[in-house]
Each structure stands twice: as C-alpha cells, then as structure tokens.
C-alpha cells in the first residue's frame, strides 16, 4: 500500500484514507488482472498473485509485501516480528542487577527473587528518605526522586523478564486442562459403552428366554388341553 501520511498518535484513531479506493469497480478490475496473471503463469491459488505496475487507483488492494526487516508501523505504532525486551540501557535507565551476560558467573547463580526483595526494600529506604528532604532539603529532592524512578523502572523490567516463563507455564496449563477434559469425555464415552452393552446383552438374554418358552408351548399335545377341559366338565 502507499505510505501513510504520518498522523497523531490518538486512542481512537480515524480509519486509513485508502479505504476509499476499495470501492466495486476497483474490486471487480483487480480481481480480472489476477486472474489473467494466474492464468498466465499457471497459478492454482489466485490469493498468492502480486501485481506489478498497478494503476495508482489499485494499488491500495493489493496487501503489502511482508516486511523484510521484520518491522513496521500500524497507526502511528512500530511493532516488531521478534517481541523481545528492550535494554534498560537503550531508554538511559540506571540498570542495578548485572546484565544477561554477566549472570551465573563464578558459579554463583542469579536469584530475580532476592534482587526483586533488594529494589523493594531499597524504594521502601528512598521513599523516607524523599519524604525528610521534602520536610528538611526540598532542592534536594530531585535526584532522590530519580533514583525512585530508576528503582521501579528496574523493578518492573526484572518482572517482565519473567514473561516468556510465565508465557511458557501458561501454555502447559491450558495444554493440561484440555488433555484432561478430552480423557474425561473419553472415560465418559467408554461408560456409556460399557452400558449400552449390558443393556443388549439383558436384551439378548430376554429374547433367547422367550424363544425357549414358546418352543416348550409347541412341543405339548395340542389335544391334552381340551382333554383336560372335558374330565373337569365331568367331574
């Protein structure tokens, strides 16, 4: 698509200006033009189909290429492909716990709980130490005010470092709820096979005691009851 004029950043942004072009004729006009180059270059999935020397009017239709950089802009944004964190470093931050690179050395190994205790109980001592300058030495404040922010920048930077195990943990959880649900159902499945046998069998065995009894009723003389009937009248 063509480049955006740059707008401010806004919670409800207006919709893109290129929407206007996506009216029934251009549709109709760029479908015709893919199919033509599918068939000419023998292409089943006419999706796929990237148009070069597209009039101005059409070119908004036609998706943008992926990024090659792995990076680009929506609504004023930059998104990345590769979500990763960025270093304290990058925004002018104090960092005050070792980098990546320098953990786990020397045997020792890096513990984010303690570190994540220090910086609480160190905003805890910075914070009473604001609030006397502010009573005593009110100039003074503003780098004790820096270093609280430099403190819970770091706080909230060594939390986000636990993202991808939380991601990683969440997944497990969701993935182990649906395999128990799915062996709950089939545990279930099989009961109600197990009982619809028992019910057929019960039938099967009424069935076969039936056919028994109607076979005995044949077999009798047929004339033994009016036999019977007439020494009753007798009598």
Sequence with gaps: MEEEQPQSASTWPPPPPFWKAFTPENIARIDD???ETAERSNIQDRSTVRLDGLPRGLRNLQPP???????????????KLKDELPRLEDGEIRRLFPNPEERDQDG??????????????????????LTGLLATRPEEAEEKITDIRDLFINFH???????????RESLISLMQSQLDRRRAETNAIRDAVDKAE?????????????????MEIEEK???SVDIDTWELLAS
Excluded: C, M
């Excluded at 290429?65 to 998104?79: I, K, L, N, Q, T």
């Excluded at 028992?198 to 109607?214: A, H, P």
């Design 33 to 35: 033009l893919r199919k």
């Design 65 to 79: 290429a992926e990024p090659v950089d792995g990076e680009w802009r929506v609504f004023g944004a930059h998104y």
């Design 108 to 129: 020792k190994h890096f513990d984010r709980a303690t570190i994540l205790k220090r910086l609480a109980k160190s905003l805890l001592l910075n914070f009473l130490e």
């Design 157 to 167: 930077h060594l939390i986000n470092e636990y993202r991808p195990h939380q991601a």
């Design 198 to 214: 028992r019910v057929l069998e019960g039938l099967s065995s009424l069935t076969i005691e039936e056919e028994t009894n109607d």
């Design 221 to 223: 003389d047929p004339n």
